[in-house]
Structure formats: C-alpha cells, structure tokens
C-alpha cells in the first residue's frame, strides 16, 4: 500500500511540473532539491520498488538528470 501511494504522489508532482523544467523556475528551487534527495535515496536504497516507480514514469528520469545536472558544478 506504501509504494502505490508514493507512486499517486509522484504522479502528482508530475502533473505539478508539467512541462517546466523545474518546479518553479528555470533553476531548481529547494522544492526541486527535496525531491531529487528523495528520489535518489530511494533508488540507491533498500527499496527496489523506487526504481520500478521511476521506469514506470516516464518525466521522472529526465527530470531527475535535470537537477542532477543543474546542481554538480
């Protein structure tokens, strides 16, 4: 039940991005770092279901490698 509701919820901030390239600027905001934080641990943890939920969506990883981008000066 946890891992179909963090799928809701990253279709919601999916549907929140739209088709910006960050929540709300052209740079990341703190929203942008907060999600990209998440998302990473998850993927690199001990919940293999996160990368399921990620393939599954297919905005997340561009927007993933956006912020990744954007932040490793």
Do not use: H, W
Not at 29 to 52: F, H, I
Request: hydrophobic share 40%; proline share 8%; charged share 25%.
């Amino acid at each position: 039940a946890v891992v179909e509701e963090l799928g809701k919820r990253l279709d919601d901030l999916l549907a929140l991005l739209g088709e910006r390239p960050f929540f709300f600027a052209d740079e990341p905001s703190r929203a942008d770092l907060a999600l990209y934080g998440m998302l990473q641990a998850g993927l690199s943890g001990p919940t293999p279901e996160v990368n399921q939920l990620v393939a599954e969506r297919p905005g997340l990883a561009p927007y993933i490698e956006r912020v990744r981008g954007a932040t490793s000066g």
